[in-house]
């Protein structure tokens, strides 16, 4: 059975400093791999999608990148801001059309 | 497209009560996805189905809970009768088989009192 853990499970930084999030699964024969950001209280909203031929993926200030040999993917996010404030979650799918399994997520809070 | 569509967005019912949910998934999408959302637990997949057909209900945790998927369009989760322990929010999800990622809706927020 599939096992996603995040580690940390929250984070705590100044404004200005590069992060980085962790995210590692126990079955490497993934299909995809997609990072979310959950604000309190909201729904998820799809940051970033590997998939398993991919190594990395960029978006603005975000890069993700996946290493599937080791079972691992890194959300990198450059230059936080309190708006990065948020809940971020890693969830992989072993198929196509098949169930995501998600990671416990990484709390994070980027103080002005 | 106005995304994956859930209904409604809070709900507070008495214990014992049937409680619907819906979800109305993007167009197009083939795969439609019910998940739950606790503290104690993160997110859990309750159901799927491909192609209108359920695919894995073992997330379903009793028979309280049954799911169905008439047209490609609208899906809806049900519980009946509803526990207090049933209070958590649901989250459904689409996608076309995987390719482009899931979407996901904003979620109903079920408390049974």
């Known amino acids: 059975k599939q096992e996603v853990t995040q580690i940390p499970a929250a984070l705590s930084v100044p404004e200005g400093e590069n992060l980085v999030l962790n995210c590692s699964f126990t079955?490497?024969?993934?299909?995809?791999l997609q990072w979310f950001r959950q604000d309190p209280g909201k729904g998820l909203t799809s940051l970033l999608l590997?998939?398993?031929?991919?190594r990395e993926q960029t978006s603005g200030r975000l890069n993700a990148s996946l290493d599937k040999s080791s079972g691992r993917s890194t959300l990198y996010i450059a230059a936080s801001q309190p708006g990065d404030s948020a809940t971020y979650l890693c969830?992989?799918?072993?198929?196509?059309?098949?169930?995501?399994?998600f990671g416990g997520g990484t709390r994070l809070m980027v103080k002005p | 497209d106005a995304g994956v569509i859930q209904s409604p967005r809070h709900e507070v019912t008495e214990m014992g009560q049937e409680v619907t949910l819906r979800c109305k998934p993007i167009?197009?999408?083939?795969?439609l996805f019910w998940y739950r959302q606790t503290m104690m637990r993160g997110l859990e997949l309750l159901i799927y189905?491909?192609?209108?057909?359920?695919?894995?209900d073992s997330g379903m945790p009793e028979d309280r809970f049954s799911a169905k998927m008439p047209n490609a369009s609208f899906s809806t989760l049900k519980i009946q009768p509803s526990e207090p322990r049933d209070s958590a929010v649901y989250f459904c999800?689409?996608?076309?088989?995987?390719?482009?990622?899931?979407?996901f809706g904003s979620g109903t927020r079920l408390t049974v009192v």
């Open positions: 999800a689409s996608s076309w088989r995987g390719q482009g990622g899931y979407t």
């Open positions: 079955d490497s024969a993934i299909y995809n």
């Open positions: 590997i998939q398993s031929s991919q």
């Open positions: 969830a992989v799918e072993e198929g196509a059309g098949n169930m995501l399994t």
């Open positions: 167009s197009g999408h083939n795969s």
């Open positions: 189905f491909n192609n209108n057909v359920p695919i894995d």
